[in-house]
């Protein structure tokens, strides 16, 4: 027995742990013959699974005289298709792949064998033509690679598990990348979709006869004798009635150009058609569906610029051009080869995975790469081909192996190190695609830390007037002017230029510089950076006024006395709008009189936490809350000093004698608590208690008359109402209604 085969029946457990043989027989573990035997390995365990009542000695001993039986395909269950079916197939139309993949495998023996003078003969049209027969109901796979012997067929297609590969791996292990694979398993995902299936074949060898093998998908098979004048194999499909949509030709040229389009022997499928007397016909050149050398098989050096933008627009036809390309090309520790390109992204729909294809030798594997490529390149678009990745029998699932761990880190490191040097080469050509690049990179630092350790010397920032900075260009740039008075150093931003307009110019009258962070992933990415910046903080510059987004000293407080402001207050608080999800707070300051009259600001610490439940599961409880905006009155302009002076002429003499019974009140309600206060609680009676309450009532219905009688001042004072609407359209608040009743008020204001 070959050392693969005695390896491969040593171990018979959990199929992520390695056959114990293998080692003594000097197979390395990164050898194709390694693979091969855990791929062998896997299967039976899945038949271990399948059996009920046959134990793992049975089985080892039914496959050691699996030979003897006869007439009948060599498996150790007699339920072996559903089997097939269940656990190793999930995708019917991956058959396709399967049967054009073999073909392609026995092709490629066929050069391998002349190359090694093997074969001396001429090895001419190597071709695999796929051909449909509606009327027959039949699909057809034709090649002309190495055949098969009847000894041969008996070997590789009736006994389930030995794949044809074994003995030539043995034979020709420098050659061997290139032609695993043929009749393998895949052979078996035919029966998903045929009633029958037929091989007639023909091998190389000196005095061959054709034979033809049948078989219904039971465990039963037929072989007889065949015409067949050439060297090959034609696997003809029974199309199965449930499957008739594999006898549609658009059909089968779709699963072909989506698995077969990169092969490495020219696949044909029929004849090219041109438009001729009102109707397509066909012409006497074949339909070659496949590119046999793809960009990503040749060496980098040899290719330009528009030779990555060709293979991007056979890749993806619809897509504008990509920013910049990266060629991966290693063969140590593993191999790996592909092309990734960063795409141009608009918008949200956009944002899409599953862009980016896996091949092993040039056959299209998935496009569920997460695991091999890391979760933010998943954005990125293009090919990855590697024999090294460990795959199913099936070749339809990645398997957990080290290998994988090594190929991610891999690609993130040759991301970096591309970006990085694009970043030091051309820094212009950098910045320009910044604003495109800007998400990945955003997306890679949050969602892993590596990245974030190679990517912070070339991330950028940029501020509202378009000059891009590095972290460490940006934290010497502010240091000075943006500090505050307990030493943190005060990042401002603007996520809308037009929005924020007017909060920006305060800011930069002031001297500070304020960054545009209006992209998808800003967000988290401020947050992240107040954690990995020693004494940074992240603020809008709406957030607050000028005068407070950076304390340098303790807030100028306001001249007007305390009556006066909480009067003032409640006008406004009056007059504003009842918006849904929505409160507002009025604040009374003293900003100077340049500053603007009214304005509003938002709390940052409010808004961040519920931008942040857009992004994070669990923060829902923020997104829930109403918005909360304050209103803030600047005491030092002439239109709230004339607004508060008009009111306390014209309210005086309703307010008079309210203000009045309301002081009396709370200095009852004062006396009150003092006296209780002298008392232990059970020391106080019930009357007490009534009295204090009664008290708490009349306060509170002379404050409501108060309050009535300021609102009724207010609802007549167009100032007030102009001011609140200024303050509501500067903010992108004032809508419908109001919007209309300011327009017309404007207008009558003119006048």
Known sequence: MCPIMDAKLTHYGDSDKKPTKLKRHGIPTQSIQYRLARILHTFECMITRAQNGINKKQLINTHKTIMAQKGNIGVTTENIFPVIKKFLYSDHEIFLREMVSNAVDATQKMKTLAERGDFKGELGDLTVRVSLDADKGTLTISDRGIGMTEEEINKYINQIAFSGVTDFLDKYKDNANAIIGHFGLGFYSSFMVSKKVEIVTRSYKEGSKAIKWSCDGSPEFEITDAEREDRGSDIILYIDDDCKEFLDKLKIQELLNKYCKFMAVPVAFGKKTEWKDGKQVDTDEDNIINSVEPLWTKTPSTLKDEDYKNFYRTLYPMQDEPLFWIHLNVDYPFNLTGILYFPRIKSNIELQRNKIQLYCNQVFVTDQVEGIVPEFLTLLHGVIDSPDIPLNVSRSYLQSDANVKKISKYITKKVADRLASIFKENRKEYEEKWDDLKIFINYGMLSQEDFYDRAKDFALLKDVDGKYFT?????????????????????????????????????????????????????????????????????????????????????????????????????????????????????????????????????????????????????????????????????????????????????????????????????????????????????????????????EQSIEEQRTKKNDIIASYAKGNNVIHQLIDLALLQNGMLKGAALDSFLKRSVDMIK
């Open 471 to 695: 972290f460490e260009e940006y934290q010497t740039l502010i240091k000075d002017n943006q500090t505050d008075k307990d030493g943190n150093l005060i990042y401002l931003y603007a996520n809308d230029k037009e929005a924020e307009y007017s909060y920006i110019e305060a800011a930069k009258s002031k001297g500070y510089s304020v960054l545009l962070l209006d992209g998808q992933l800003d967000t988290p990415m401020v947050s992240m950076l107040e954690q990995k910046l020693e004494k940074t903080r992240f603020s809008r510059v709406d957030a607050d006024i000028v005068d407070r987004l950076i304390v340098k000293e303790d807030k100028k407080e306001s001249e007007l006395a305390k009556a006066d402001q909480d009067d003032l207050s409640q006008a406004f608080r009056s007059q504003l709008p009842k918006v849904e999800k929505t409160e507002f707070y009025v604040d009374v300051q003293a900003l100077g009189e340049q500053a603007l009259p009214v304005l509003i600001t938002q709390s940052e610490y409010m808004r961040r936490m519920k931008e942040a439940s857009k992004f994070q599961a669990g923060m829902s409880f923020y997104a829930q809350m109403p918005d909360a905006y304050n209103l803030v009155l600047n005491s030092d302009h002439p239109l709230i000093k004339n607004v508060l002076e008009k009111e306390n002429k014209e309210c005086a003499d309703q307010l008079k004698p309210v203000v009045s019974e309301l002081k009396g009140l709370e200095a009852r309600l004062a006396a009150l608590h003092q006296t209780q206060n002298a008392k232990k609680p059970e020391e106080i009676t019930q009357e007490e208690k009534d009295e204090v309450k009664t008290t």
